[in-house]
């Protein structure tokens, strides 16, 4: 398959002005490639067009990884189970498999420090990622932080449905803080319109259920949390041991 140089040239212009950048990039290889094999005009238009369409799929997963604002890449493939007794393989696999977004349940990792919470939570976010969904990685303090920011400004309605529209947020190290009442009200409305929108929350803590009532100050509205968290929910109640050496930072 020939093709006269200003035939390409005009072919790569035409690229560029569509943005089809990957098909640019390759389009000079490709052809070499059919002249020397002889391929027939379809087969370099399939290539052409599967060149693309990786290129803009990497491209969208990058551009859902970095605006998801997940800190550290841990993989569930790379996770070892063989060091946490813990956790049960079979189980994290399974949840691997998404289902737990199409029903919209909850899934709690509970355990002390370093035992894997944040490791397996972080696996489960990035594959819904790569599966096209689009998720949020926050830490629990920073999530408050902001709850709080936005009475300021009045703003705290179009904060929550910035969250509420993520098909899964991850929700780390929810744990004692220091919360005030506006604070733990707003971490209510946000639960309540997750659980309405059938859209699943992952939480790491070293809290137990029962604990939290200490954290948000409410038992009342504790109770009422819980009620919609709890509905649809897989709680991971991980006894192992810590995962990590002394010297490094706990999370």
């Given at each position: 398959?020939?093709?006269?140089?200003?035939?390409?040239?005009?072919?790569?212009?035409?690229?560029?002005?569509?943005?089809?950048?990957?098909?640019?990039?390759?389009?000079?290889?490709?052809?070499?490639?059919?002249?020397?094999?002889?391929?027939?005009?379809?087969?370099?238009?399939?290539?052409l067009l599967q060149s693309q369409w990786?290129?803009?799929?990497?491209?969208?997963?990058?551009?859902?990884?970095?605006?998801?604002?997940?800190?550290?890449?841990?993989?569930?493939?790379?996770?070892?189970?063989?060091?946490?007794?813990?956790?049960?393989?079979?189980?994290?696999?399974?949840?691997?498999?998404?289902?737990?977004?199409?029903?919209?349940?909850?899934?709690?990792?509970?355990?002390?420090?370093?035992?894997?919470?944040?490791?397996?939570?972080?696996?489960?976010?990035?594959?819904?990622?790569?599966?096209?969904?689009?998720?949020?990685?926050?830490?629990?303090?920073?999530?408050?932080?902001?709850?709080?920011?936005?009475?300021?400004?009045?703003?705290?309605?179009?904060?929550?449905?910035?969250?509420?529209?993520?098909?899964?947020?991850?929700?780390?190290?929810?744990?004692?803080?220091?919360?005030?009442?506006?604070?733990?009200?707003?971490?209510?409305?946000?639960?309540?319109?997750?659980?309405?929108?059938?859209?699943?929350?992952?939480?790491?803590?070293?809290?137990?259920?029962?604990?939290?009532?200490?954290?948000?100050?409410?038992?009342?509205?504790?109770?009422?949390?819980?009620?919609?968290?709890?509905?649809?929910?897989?709680?991971?109640?991980?006894?192992?041991?810590?995962?990590?050496?002394?010297?490094?930072?706990?999370?």
């Amino acid at each position: 398959m020939k093709l006269e140089h200003d035939d390409q040239e005009q072919i790569l212009q035409l690229c560029k002005v569509l943005r089809l950048h990957k098909i640019a990039d390759v389009l000079g290889e490709e052809l070499a490639l059919a002249a020397s094999k002889g391929s027939a005009p379809q087969e370099v238009v399939r290539r052409l067009l599967q060149s693309q369409w990786g290129f803009v799929q990497e491209r969208s997963l990058k551009y859902r990884v970095d605006h998801a604002d997940v800190p550290e890449i841990w993989e569930i493939e790379t996770f070892p189970f063989d060091k946490q007794p813990g956790v049960h393989a079979h189980q994290i696999r399974q949840l691997g498999s998404l289902d737990f977004i199409a029903s919209g349940t909850n899934v709690v990792f509970t355990g002390d420090t370093g035992v894997g919470k944040t490791g397996l939570a972080t696996g489960l976010l990035l594959r819904a990622l790569r599966a096209g969904h689009r998720g949020l990685f926050v830490k629990a303090q920073d999530l408050f932080d902001e709850m709080y920011a936005s009475l300021a400004d009045r703003s705290t309605r179009r904060y929550i449905d910035h969250l509420e529209r993520h098909a899964v947020i991850l929700i780390d190290e929810l744990g004692y803080l220091n919360l005030r009442p506006e604070q733990a009200n707003i971490f209510f409305r946000l639960m309540e319109a997750r659980h309405l929108a059938k859209r699943p929350t992952l939480i790491t803590t070293n809290l137990s259920y029962d604990e939290w009532p200490g954290l948000l100050g409410n038992p009342a509205m504790t109770k009422a949390l819980l009620s919609r968290l709890r509905q649809r929910c897989v709680t991971l109640e991980i006894s192992g041991p810590s995962l990590r050496a002394p010297s490094q930072a706990s999370a």
